[in-house]
């Protein structure tokens, strides 16, 4: 089977896209982990299919599968490269605005175009954060609550190999766990790249990110946010449920600065920078969260997808 593609990616967050309006395209876990392969396909954190939209008021509906096979409620760099593949394949109007399908539901989405028409960068409306326990879903209970009521967990110890950790759990449609790391002198040298120099940077993402994606504490399993608030942005790094460590994480940057207002570590409109670039994130007094961040065209092209892809 030929598919035909293109590349896109959010700050280094890339997702190998394709035209599936007719609904024709069903990938095996095999396929998509091939497609997403950097050495031997694409390469890619996710396949985003471009599907028809089935709720009122939609344009269309994204439908995002992890490096691994996994489905997700949500992308947010996904969901911006969404909006430009819509805008550049033509699929609607550049009207400057347009609303996505998610498994999180819709998500309406502004846009800005360059001179040629294609789009450059976008504001997302990223719905309410949810934080009730069992919502996020995380096992751990609740440890404060917000000013509008609601019980949420808020910087909760949970044990691993190499000390405990301190999470905030917030779901932005899909679940993350945020740990705030004051002091990384305190944390064990076989965590960093290099040892004599412990920071955010040379943090090994890889074991501890995996530890807790899949702890017991997070029943749909986690993405794991690891997070240093600065005076003008809050550094953050993420290792993603079904794809490992990428270079941003949207709704992880959202989740981070959700997290930073509700602890009183910043204030509710944050730069989070990503190893990929920064993301400006915006809890506003609707209740709603906004990120806005830039979308591009990697490159495009058509693959011959194996029937049983060997790796
Ligand atoms: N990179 C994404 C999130 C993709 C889904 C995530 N790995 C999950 O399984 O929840 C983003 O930009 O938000």
């Known amino acids: 089977m030929e598919l035909e593609f293109v590349k896109l990616h959010g700050l280094g967050n890339d997702f190998v896209f394709a035209n599936d309006l007719d609904e024709s395209i069903d990938l ?14 694409i390469g890619g954190d996710g396949v985003i299919l471009v599907r028809p939209a089935k709720a009122e008021g939609c344009d269309a509906y994204m439908h995002y599968i992890n490096s691994d096979g996994t489905l997700a409620q949500m992308c947010g760099n996904g969901v911006r490269c ?7 394949e033509g699929i609607v109007e550049a009207t400057g605005h ?16 360059d001179e040629s028409g294609k789009l450059v960068e976008a504001t997302v409306m990223m719905g309410e954060p ?11 209970s609740a440890t404060a609550t917000t000013g509008f009521g609601v019980d949420f967990v808020k910087d909760c110890a949970v044990d691993s190999p190499w000390g405990p950790f301190v999470f905030t759990c917030v779901s932005m449609g899909n679940p993350h766990a945020v ?16 040892p004599a120099d412990k920071r955010l940077e040379t943090l090994v993402l890889d074991k501890i990110g995996a530890f807790f994606e899949s702890h017991a504490a997070f029943p749909q399993k986690t993405n794991v946010e690891f997070a240093v608030v600065g005076p003008d942005a809050i550094a953050m790094r993420v290792f993603e449920r079904g794809c490992g460590e990428t270079l941003a994480c949207g709704t992880g940057a ?7 207002c509700l602890t009183g570590r910043a204030g509710c ?41 060997r790796r």
């Open 28 to 41: 095996t876990k095999d396929q998509v982990a091939w497609l997403c392969d950097r050495h031997f396909g």
């Open 82 to 88: 969404f909006a430009k593949y819509l805008v550049d």
């Open 98 to 113: 347009l609303v996505a399908e998610t498994l999180a539901g819709p998500r309406s989405i502004d846009y800005a175009v």
């Open 130 to 140: 949810i934080l009730t326990p069992a919502s996020v879903p995380t096992n751990l």
């Open 179 to 194: 740990t705030f790391i004051e002091d990384f002198s305190t944390l064990p040298d076989e965590l960093f790249s290099d």
């Open 254 to 260: 959202c989740a981070t600065s959700v997290a930073a």
């Open 269 to 309: 409109e944050n730069d989070v920078a990503l190893r990929g670039g920064v993301l400006h994130i915006r809890w506003d007094d609707d209740a709603k969260v906004y990120m806005t961040g830039t979308a591009t065209e990697a490159f495009r092209g058509i693959v011959a997808l194996p029937d049983q892809p």
